[in-house]
Structures are given as structure tokens and as C-alpha cells.
């Protein structure tokens, strides 16, 4: 069993739709967070968090520490969204990252 | 600031031969990862320095991988011999304070080892 482990892992959506994304943890964490990797390979950091919620612009992202579960949500999502979502923890021991396998999204017009 | 800046951006060399990735993390960020991402394997950690110095190589596959810090501005991953199951994306990132500011990640170098 993965430490992190994300789903689903494909997710296809026409532009408009709410989308959710989901993480779930097994180890104790400092910090999760969700990136962002476009095709091309470029990877973009979009959210830390130790607890409660951020938002930027379209993004929300949450988390439950008590459940070990995050969530990200895009709201009114559109075809740049199309991308591969990852999620990783930061370890309360530690420094290393340990990610996700990745929610691949595409957003059709 | 420009960001982490990676080269080269890609990377065709011949197995055997010895492969050099070059880093520059953001000016003021003190910690610096070396990450390796493969179709297989996803994303992995191989080492990181803080403050220069290497804290965690346990990522590092075998002895073939060889990471330096020499000074705050400059990382190398240096692979010698190479072997085709080398051949991935090697990202690098930075980060001042990995608990409050979160990390910075280069473009990537994607090496192939024919």
C-alpha cells in the first residue's frame, strides 16, 4: 500500500464541471501539497497546507488532518485545467516529499 | 528572479558515458532537491542539501549517482557510467523554509541513455 495514494486516477470532464481530486495519507505530516504538471513535463506548486482550506482563483484545496484526506476542487473547470495533478506529503520526520501517483484531468470543451 | 533553472534541458547520451545535470536553485533558498520521475516510478526524492551540505542521499540509486553542492547558488547530478535505465526526468527544486514557503521546481532535464 502507497503512503499517498490519489483518485481517481484518470478523470475526464467537460469544461464547466465542479472537479474533485482526492488524497488520502497513512504517515504523519507537516505540510501536503498539491502540484501541477502540464504536458511538457513542467512541474508548478499550487497549494501547501497544514490545515483547513485555501483557495486561489478557481482552486480550492482542503484538508483533514484527523481523516488524513485532502481534497482539490476546480470550479468551472476549462481546458487548460487539462493537466496531471499531484499530490505529496512532507513527513513530521523528516524532509523528503513522498507524492502521489498523479490524477490525470482532461477537460473537454 | 528567474526561478530554479535547470540545463540541459535535454540530454541523449550513449550508456557508458558520464552525464552531468546542472542546477541553479533560487537566490536565498536554502534547501535544494534533486528529484528523478519516471513513468514506473512517478516522482522520487534522491537527495537533498540544506544549507549546502547533503542531509538526505538515501534516494540515491547506487554509486553510479553523485550529487555536490559546492556552493549556494550551483548543483550537480553527475551519473558515471550511465545505463539506458537511467533515462528519465530529473527535476530540481529549492526552497527557503519547505514547512511555510513550499518548494520551487526547476523545468526539468530529460535524459535519455541509448
Known amino acids: 500500500k502507497n503512503e499517498v495514494e490519489q483518485s481517481p486516477q484518470n478523470l475526464t470532464a467537460q469544461e464547466g464541471e465542479f472537479i474533485t481530486i482526492n488524497c488520502s495519507y497513512s504517515v504523519g505530516i507537516s ?19 497544514s490545515s483547513g482550506k485555501k483557495k486561489h482563483g478557481r482552486l ?22 487539462s ?9 513530521t520526520s523528516g524532509s523528503r516529499l513522498t507524492f502521489g501517483e498523479g490524477t490525470q484531468l482532461t477537460v473537454n470543451p | 528572479d528567474a526561478g530554479v533553472i535547470q540545463s540541459p534541458r535535454h540530454e541523449v547520451t550513449e550508456m557508458g558515458q558520464e552525464v552531468t545535470l546542472r542546477c541553479k536553485p533560487i537566490s536565498g533558498h536554502n534547501s535544494l532537491f534533486w528529484y528523478r520521475q519516471t513513468m514506473m516510478r512517478g516522482l522520487e526524492l534522491l537527495i537533498y542539501f540544506n544549507n ?27 551519473i558515471q557510467p550511465s545505463e539506458p535505465r537511467d533515462s528519465a526526468v530529473y527535476f530540481c527544486a529549492s526552497s527557503l523554509d519547505m514547512d511555510t514557503y513550499g518548494y520551487t521546481f526547476g523545468s526539468g532535464t530529460r535524459l535519455t541513455v541509448v
Open chain 1, 83 to 91: 493537466a496531471v495533478y499531484i499530490c505529496a506529503v512532507k513527513e
Open chain 1, 31 to 49: 505540510a501536503l501539497h498539491w502540484l501541477q504538471q502540464h504536458p511538457g513535463g513542467g512541474i508548478v506548486s499550487l497549494f501547501m497546507l
Open chain 1, 60 to 81: 480550492i484545496a482542503t484538508i483533514n488532518i484527523q481523516e488524513k484526506h485532502s481534497s482539490l476542487h476546480i470550479t468551472a473547470s476549462h481546458p487548460r485545467d
Open chain 2, 52 to 78: 549546502n551540505v547533503p542531509i538526505d542521499d538515501s534516494g540515491m540509486p547506487e554509486d553510479r549517482f553523485s550529487a555536490k553542492m559546492p556552493n549556494a547558488s550551483f548543483s550537480t547530478l553527475k
